[in-house]
């Protein structure tokens, strides 16, 4: 069975940065576009950024400038490096890839992983 397995979450000053990675654990044969969403209390879940499988990118606007998505295609691995985090972006960020496997070519999501901007 597929999963993806998120990290690098937390508690971070306003101003502060993180850096989120998410790969997908168990047997698979690729990975197309791979994004982050994040979906804050009371709110409905948002594209952050995306990845496509040539490295195209596209960005929430209340993100651009801030935020940098990428990946390790060896490692079939995802990265969000968050900077000069802001209040609003405190939510639940969540990895999202579309995977091929010996299931075929599903959209997954992973778990998600918490993080709070507070000073």
């Known amino acids: 069975q597929v999963q993806l397995v998120e990290s690098g979450g937390g508690l971070v000053q306003p101003g502060g940065s993180l850096r989120l990675s998410c790969a997908p654990s168990g047997s698979i044969f690729s990975i197309n576009a791979m994004g982050w969403y994040r979906q804050a209390p009371g709110q409905q879940r948002e594209l952050v950024a995306r990845?496509?499988?040539?490295?195209?990118?596209n960005y929430a606007d209340s993100v651009k400038g801030r935020f940098t998505i990428s990946r390790d295609y060896a490692k079939n691995t995802v990265y969000l490096q968050v900077n000069s985090l802001k209040l609003e972006d405190t939510a639940v960020y969540y990895c999202n890839a579309d995977v091929l496997s010996r299931y075929g070519l599903l959209d997954y999501w992973g778990q998600g992983t918490q993080v709070t901007v507070s000073s």
């Open positions: 990845i496509t499988i040539g490295g195209s990118t």
